[in-house]
């Protein structure tokens, strides 16, 4: 069982930064791929990035390419997701999930927990 607690989010201008944090109870986080969802309103929820359990594999939706940047530290058992750059287009609910496919995954049913979700707000 994996517990996951977002953090970060919050209102930012356009052109502005945030950085989320994403919490993971447990002692085998360092064996789970971790990912970052977005649910705009109105909107499905879409992927944005994924990270393999080793941090060595990364992966990116292409409106976030050169912008965002997703890390972790396993021995903090956290994953991270920096956003530079930001528009009015990434305001959404930001959801962090693991998967038990080490190797990473962008579609959503590969993924077995999901955090409850961080607001993020982009004002033009």
């Known amino acids: 069982q994996v517990q996951l607690v977002e953090s970060g989010g919050g209102l930012v201008q356009a052109g502005g930064s945030l950085r989320l944090s994403c919490a993971a109870s447990?002692?085998?986080?360092?064996?789970?791929?971790m990912g970052w969802f977005r649910q705009a309103p109105g909107k499905e929820r879409e992927f944005v990035t994924a990270i393999s359990s080793t941090g060595s594999s990364t992966y990116y939706t292409d409106s976030v390419k050169g912008r965002f940047t997703i890390s972790r530290d396993n021995a903090k058992n956290t994953v991270y997701l920096q956003m530079n750059s930001l528009k009015p287009e990434d305001t959404a609910v930001y959801y962090c999930?693991?998967?038990?496919?080490?190797?990473?995954?962008?579609?959503?049913?590969?993924?077995?927990?999901w955090g409850q979700g961080t607001q993020v707000t982009v004002s033009s």
């Open positions: 999930a693991a998967a038990s496919n080490p190797r990473g995954a962008t579609m959503e049913y590969e993924y077995d927990y």
């Open positions: 447990g002692r085998t986080f360092s064996s789970y791929a």
